[in-house]
């Protein structure tokens, strides 16, 4: 028990949190034990190896099963999302049995997390407030120096207590890694998951609806509600709108979903004679790159926002399809067939300096890297299915992240760059979401009810 | 003068149909001419008589021959006459029997599948030899249907990603819209639509469902 009295003395919390969302504030400081530097706050000092972190369960400071379960799921989701990413080693949380419980947020048995071989320990208490407030206090505790790295406090609603740990997660990501985490993104993807009968002339045809998820595939929520095929679906840069492509006018369009707003845009303005499809949104979100008949083949075109300053980039008879940005907004990725099979082009948004970048049986649905990488990943035919490759655009290199298990199509970068989404068959034979890291490993399946597919990752 | 009486023939039953358009026109002849205004008012009697007591009217009848669609329920009848003595009942109007035999629904029309579906290789969008007879026959039937507006939907295996066939779909659909044009089908009577590999007509991933679903589909939209 004396063990667990060691850190008491030497504990400063150093609340640098920015939430976007929660209503926050510092722990009330305490005096720090012996002038410190910056580097004292970071964890880990082995040159080169990922720092090891333990993540035990939050203490619940109030009686009530909500707090507890809070507690159980914010320690869950943050193993989770520092796992994710990579920059630490995680201690498995099955290792914990014989480390005594923290009597607080700041009195735990550093000595025996030291012992299980941890460089940090999250320490995190929960408990119910006034107004039925959740209140959230983390600290990261260095085990060597026995001194917090890290402390925050987060206060709001019950509603999504995962949100909490993914704040938390990205705030260690950046203080420790500088790392800008993806915990707070969002997938917007393909479902058949509540599929209904398309309304219509022909029967026995399925709906799809656009929905978005969590990073992780949890809070799955419908967004479109069209009784029709909806498909294509890509982030605005703001991540506050999802442009997809709908049939729910009877012809494709492309429509925007303001899905905080309840809003709905049809910038194209397609008919039944002008069909427009698979928008792709430039970094800044101004303009729309796009997929169009308007001239009596699918050509590339390029619009603003708002449907006006129309641009057609492509002129061949061949098919031209799948717009992707470069990180900068000045070039763009694109599928054609116009040598005989599907191959990745690249062309300035002026439609000047067309160049091909693959050069393999059939190479289609690019996706251009966000900065500071500069390569495209895209869907290769390798056997009977896809597989998903990356082309480095500086070296020309390619790799390959998946091999031949089911097939593995649309791939869609996290903002970091780091990770990439996409559908694949392997495991059940249905179109399921995937993430991987963009080196090929840390697949993680995130989607499992129904089809789903084409996932588009948010910022 | 726009008397209710003389309307009473835009609601005829098909039996009653040629010799109440034969009075109408007969009582339209002699209105121009302003003469025997007492024989009009008895003629159009007589055809409200008629449309009011209709025989029984097969749903599935061929529409009526091209001589009496000259005469059609929308024709501007003459202005009428008022019957001298006394002013005509207001009938409640008979649902228009027509409309059962002119106009099928159009999901009945469409489960007879009488256009026939154009297949195509794979990761192609050429009309072959096969093709371009069921284009043909295709044109046959939409002359012999001359108000049908079709849809041509163009679909695809899912061979390729899903969002090259929304393009290579769209390619399907207006190769068999130019054919068909080309056959002299006006171009305002064709829709095309791609749905890519989104709805296929044969699940499987085989030879078999492949081909079946490298197509354009025909849908009957409007009559």
Redesign the interface.
Same mark, same amino acid.
Not at chain 1, 404 to 415: D, L
């Given at each position: 028990m004396t063990r667990l009295l060691h850190c008491l003395a030497l504990v400063a919390a150093v609340a640098t949190a920015g939430s976007l969302v929660f209503a926050q504030q510092s722990l009330p400081p305490d005096p720090p034990a012996r002038a410190r530097t910056g580097v004292d706050l970071i964890i880990g000092d082995r040159i080169g190896a990922q720092p090891r972190l333990a993540v035990p369960d939050c203490l619940a400071l109030t009686g009530d099963p909500e707090t507890a379960d809070a507690a159980s799921t914010i320690a869950q989701v943050l193993f989770d999302d520092l796992e994710f990413e990579r920059e630490f080693r995680l201690l498995p949380r099955d290792t914990y049995r014989t480390i005594p419980r923290a009597r607080s947020l700041t009195d735990l048995p550093l000595n025996a997390w030291q012992e299980l071989g941890a460089d940090g320990v999250v320490s995190c208490a929960v408990s119910r407030e006034a107004d039925d407030q959740l209140l959230v206090r983390a600290s990261l505790f260095n085990v060597s120096s026995l001194e917090s790295a890290l402390g925050v406090e987060y206060a709001g609603s019950f509603r999504n207590v995962r949100l909490y740990a993914h704040e938390l997660a990205n705030e260690i990501h950046r203080q420790q890694r500088g790392l800008e985490g993806v915990a707070r993104s969002h997938l917007a993807f393909v479902s058949d998951r509540d599929s209904e009968s398309v309304l219509g002339?022909? +029967?026995n045809?399925q709906t799809?609806e656009i929905y978005i998820a969590d990073y992780d595939g949890a809070n799955v929520r419908r967004v479109t509600v069209s009784r029709s095929?909806n498909?294509?679906p890509a982030w605005t840069p703001d991540s506050r709108a999802v442009g997809y492509?709908s !049939?729910r006018y009877?012809?494709?369009d492309i429509v925007i979903s303001h899905i905080y707003e309840g809003r709905l845009e049809t910038p194209a303005r397609g008919n #039944?004679?002008v069909?427009n499809?698979?928008p792709s949104f430039s970094p800044d979100g101004s303009q729309i790159a796009f997929?169009s008949?308007r001239d009596?083949? +699918?050509e590339l075109y390029v619009m603003n926002r708002d449907g006006t300053n129309l641009r057609r980039l492509t002129n061949h008879p061949a098919?031209?399809?799948?717009p992707t940005w470069s990180p900068l907004g000045h070039q763009i990725a694109f599928?054609s067939?116009r040598t005989g099979?599907?191959q990745i082009y690249v062309i300035g948004v002026d439609g000047a300096g067309l160049r091909r970048i693959t050069f393999e049986s059939y190479c289609?649905?690019p996706t251009w890297s966000p900065s500071p990488y500069n390569e495209i990943a895209y869907?290769s035919l390798t056997g +009977?299915g !896809?597989d998903i490759k990356v082309v480095d655009l500086a070296t020309n290199e390619v790799r390959q992240l998946t091999f031949g298990q089911g097939t593995n #199509?649309?791939p869609s970068y996290s903002a970091n760059g780091r990770h990439l989404a996409f559908s694949s068959t392997r495991r059940s034979g249905n179109k399921q979401i995937y993430v991987i890291g963009r080196d090929g490993r840390g697949l993680r399946q995130v989607t499992y009810t129904g089809n789903n #597919?084409?996932p588009t990752w948010s910022r | 003068m726009n008397w209710p009486s003389a309307r009473r023939g835009d609601d005829p039953a098909r039996a009653g149909l040629n010799l109440a358009r034969y009075i109408q026109m007969k009582t339209h002849q002699r209105l121009h001419s302003g003469r025997l205004l007492l024989g009009v008012a008895v003629l159009g009697l007589f055809a409200w008589s008629c449309a009011r007591n209709p025989p029984s009217v097969e749903p599935e009848a061929p529409a009526p021959p091209p001589g009496a669609a000259q005469v059609t329920p929308t024709d501007p009848l003459a202005p009428g006459v008022r019957p001298s003595s006394q002013p005509l009942p207001q009938p409640v109007p008979p649902p228009l029997p027509e409309e059962e035999f002119v106009s099928r629904p159009l999901e009945e029309i469409n489960r007879e599948a009488p256009l026939q579906p154009v297949f195509f290789g794979y990761d192609s969008s050429e009309i072959n030899a096969v093709a371009r007879a069921a284009i043909e026959t295709n044109a046959d039937v939409l002359s012999r249907n001359p108000t049908w507006v079709v849809a041509i939907e163009g679909h695809c295996d899912s061979r390729g990603t899903p969002e090259y066939n929304l393009a290579l779909g769209e390619r399907r659909a207006y190769a068999v819209r130019d054919h068909l044009v080309g056959l002299g089908v006006s171009p305002d009577r064709v829709q095309t639509i791609s749905y890519g590999e989104e709805f296929p007509f044969v699940p499987g991933e085989n030879e078999e469902a492949w081909a079946a679903n490298r197509r354009a589909h025909f849908v009957v939209t409007g009559q």
């Amino acid at each position: 028990m004396t063990r667990l009295l060691h850190c008491l003395a030497l504990v400063a919390a150093v609340a640098t949190a920015g939430s976007l969302v929660f209503a926050q504030q510092s722990l009330p400081p305490d005096p720090p034990a012996r002038a410190r530097t910056g580097v004292d706050l970071i964890i880990g000092d082995r040159i080169g190896a990922q720092p090891r972190l333990a993540v035990p369960d939050c203490l619940a400071l109030t009686g009530d099963p909500e707090t507890a379960d809070a507690a159980s799921t914010i320690a869950q989701v943050l193993f989770d999302d520092l796992e994710f990413e990579r920059e630490f080693r995680l201690l498995p949380r099955d290792t914990y049995r014989t480390i005594p419980r923290a009597r607080s947020l700041t009195d735990l048995p550093l000595n025996a997390w030291q012992e299980l071989g941890a460089d940090g320990v999250v320490s995190c208490a929960v408990s119910r407030e006034a107004d039925d407030q959740l209140l959230v206090r983390a600290s990261l505790f260095n085990v060597s120096s026995l001194e917090s790295a890290l402390g925050v406090e987060y206060a709001g609603s019950f509603r999504n207590v995962r949100l909490y740990a993914h704040e938390l997660a990205n705030e260690i990501h950046r203080q420790q890694r500088g790392l800008e985490g993806v915990a707070r993104s969002h997938l917007a993807f393909v479902s058949d998951r509540d599929s209904e009968s398309v309304l219509g002339l022909v +029967p026995n045809r399925q709906t799809k609806e656009i929905y978005i998820a969590d990073y992780d595939g949890a809070n799955v929520r419908r967004v479109t509600v069209s009784r029709s095929l909806n498909v294509t679906p890509a982030w605005t840069p703001d991540s506050r709108a999802v442009g997809y492509t709908s !049939y729910r006018y009877g012809h494709q369009d492309i429509v925007i979903s303001h899905i905080y707003e309840g809003r709905l845009e049809t910038p194209a303005r397609g008919n #039944e004679r002008v069909h427009n499809w698979l928008p792709s949104f430039s970094p800044d979100g101004s303009q729309i790159a796009f997929n169009s008949n308007r001239d009596g083949n +699918p050509e590339l075109y390029v619009m603003n926002r708002d449907g006006t300053n129309l641009r057609r980039l492509t002129n061949h008879p061949a098919i031209d399809t799948s717009p992707t940005w470069s990180p900068l907004g000045h070039q763009i990725a694109f599928t054609s067939d116009r040598t005989g099979s599907p191959q990745i082009y690249v062309i300035g948004v002026d439609g000047a300096g067309l160049r091909r970048i693959t050069f393999e049986s059939y190479c289609d649905r690019p996706t251009w890297s966000p900065s500071p990488y500069n390569e495209i990943a895209y869907a290769s035919l390798t056997g +009977p299915g !896809y597989d998903i490759k990356v082309v480095d655009l500086a070296t020309n290199e390619v790799r390959q992240l998946t091999f031949g298990q089911g097939t593995n #199509e649309s791939p869609s970068y996290s903002a970091n760059g780091r990770h990439l989404a996409f559908s694949s068959t392997r495991r059940s034979g249905n179109k399921q979401i995937y993430v991987i890291g963009r080196d090929g490993r840390g697949l993680r399946q995130v989607t499992y009810t129904g089809n789903n #597919e084409m996932p588009t990752w948010s910022r | 003068m726009n008397w209710p009486s003389a309307r009473r023939g835009d609601d005829p039953a098909r039996a009653g149909l040629n010799l109440a358009r034969y009075i109408q026109m007969k009582t339209h002849q002699r209105l121009h001419s302003g003469r025997l205004l007492l024989g009009v008012a008895v003629l159009g009697l007589f055809a409200w008589s008629c449309a009011r007591n209709p025989p029984s009217v097969e749903p599935e009848a061929p529409a009526p021959p091209p001589g009496a669609a000259q005469v059609t329920p929308t024709d501007p009848l003459a202005p009428g006459v008022r019957p001298s003595s006394q002013p005509l009942p207001q009938p409640v109007p008979p649902p228009l029997p027509e409309e059962e035999f002119v106009s099928r629904p159009l999901e009945e029309i469409n489960r007879e599948a009488p256009l026939q579906p154009v297949f195509f290789g794979y990761d192609s969008s050429e009309i072959n030899a096969v093709a371009r007879a069921a284009i043909e026959t295709n044109a046959d039937v939409l002359s012999r249907n001359p108000t049908w507006v079709v849809a041509i939907e163009g679909h695809c295996d899912s061979r390729g990603t899903p969002e090259y066939n929304l393009a290579l779909g769209e390619r399907r659909a207006y190769a068999v819209r130019d054919h068909l044009v080309g056959l002299g089908v006006s171009p305002d009577r064709v829709q095309t639509i791609s749905y890519g590999e989104e709805f296929p007509f044969v699940p499987g991933e085989n030879e078999e469902a492949w081909a079946a679903n490298r197509r354009a589909h025909f849908v009957v939209t409007g009559q």
